[in-house]
């Protein structure tokens, strides 16, 4: 059985920066690409960044430039490295596996 488990998420200032942390079991998570995802109050969930097997990268525009994902394969967990956090980036934030999620961090800037 698949699992997924965030953290990392928390209450940062404009500016500030968080690295979320995605730990998987349950697959050979070396072979599968792995994606973050966020949802917003209000809004649908929207997809935020993936990174494949071979360790490439992707990401939607609104964070490109501030976010990095990467992955450590020996520990199957991926991370989301948030920089430059806006008010904007406040949401509950999913890592996703083959359509399995994990339970989400909260991610919260605010002056």
């Known amino acids: 059985q698949v699992q997924l488990v965030e953290s990392g998420g928390g209450s940062v200032q404009p500016g500030g920066s968080l690295r979320l942390s995605c730990a998987a079991s349950?697959?050979?998570?070396?072979?599968?690409?792995m994606r973050w995802y966020r949802q917003a109050p209000g809004k649908q969930r929207a997809w935020v960044s993936r990174?494949?097997?071979?360790?490439?990268?992707y990401y939607v525009d609104s964070v490109t430039g501030r976010f990095t994902v990467s992955r450590e394969d020996a520990k199957n967990t991926v991370y989301l490295q948030m920089n430059s956090l806006k008010p904007e980036d406040t949401a509950v934030y999913y890592c996703?596996?083959?359509?399995?999620w994990g339970q989400g961090t909260q991610v919260t800037v605010s002056s």
């Open positions: 996703e596996v083959d359509n399995y």
């Open positions: 349950g697959l050979t998570f070396s072979r599968h690409d």
């Open positions: 990174i494949t097997s071979l360790g490439n990268t």
